[in-house]
């Protein structure tokens, strides 16, 4: 299947710090989704982008849709030790029949210093 | 808030058993999907279905089935449990592009 190339694979900061991560794919995406797990849970979805250049923020996360439509990144600012997890980023093919099934990076594991 | 409840959080099951995953949304919503975790390989899409007794196979049908006799509900089925089976398994619905998904089934297979 698609896949999505998805760095860091893992992040060890400081509480307070901000961190960045990414996807990229060599497929165009109309719709790219960014969710955080908990262990032991589902994934929850934190950020939804519909269109290329789109920057969208919710609280203290930022995520922008790239300009190609194939890549896209996820900000935190201000790190807090809850903020640990695994992030994953998604996207939604635009062609093809199947256009409502979304690829999924293999995520980035958080882990925030106190 | 959309809901995605899955039967079970955790569930053990002997080598050769047929095995029930069972999914229930409350938001009427189209498309359901189920997933697998495993660690280092993401989530991998198993089935899909994008409408009532609709169906079409993901990533990594072999071993699997499905069932959607109602909108609201999406059953994963293991014909016959294999010790590789074991996982994580993730339902989720969507609506405009975004999944939401369930609490998950830690499923063991011994």
């Known amino acids: 299947g698609q896949q999505l190339n998805q760095s860091p694979q893992s992040m060890f900061i400081q509480e307070g710090e901000d961190v960045s991560m990414n996807c990229t794919s060599s497929?165009?995406?109309?719709?790219w989704l960014w969710y955080k797990q908990d262990p032991g849970e589902g994934p929850v979805l934190l950020i939804a982008l519909y269109k290329a250049g789109e920057l969208t923020s919710n609280g203290r996360l930022t995520a922008q849709f790239g300009i190609t439509r194939k890549d896209s990144f996820l900000n935190i600012s201000a790190s807090i030790p809850s903020d640990v997890g695994i992030y994953f980023c998604?996207?939604?093919?635009?062609?093809?029949?199947?256009?409502?099934?979304?690829?999924f990076g293999k995520g980035t594991l958080l882990t925030v210093n106190p | 808030d959309v809901k995605v409840t899955q039967s079970s959080r955790y569930l053990v099951k002997r080598t050769g058993e047929k095995v029930f995953l069972e999914c229930v949304q409350d938001?009427?919503?189209?498309?359901m999907f189920w997933y697998r975790q495993d660690p280092g390989l993401g989530l991998r899409l198993i089935y899909f279905s994008y409408d009532v007794k609709m169906k079409e196979k993901g990533d990594i049908p072999e071993g699997y089935s499905v069932s959607r006799e109602k909108k609201e509900r999406f059953s994963l089925i293991l014909e016959s449990a294999s010790t590789n089976q074991t996982s994580m398994y993730l339902c989720a619905s969507s609506l405009d592009g975004r999944a939401f998904f369930g609490q998950g089934t830690r499923l063991t297979v011994v």
């Open positions: 998604a996207g939604q093919l635009l062609s093809g029949g199947s256009n409502y099934k979304l690829t």
């Open positions: 497929s165009i995406f109309n719709t």
């Open positions: 938001m009427d919503h189209e498309n």
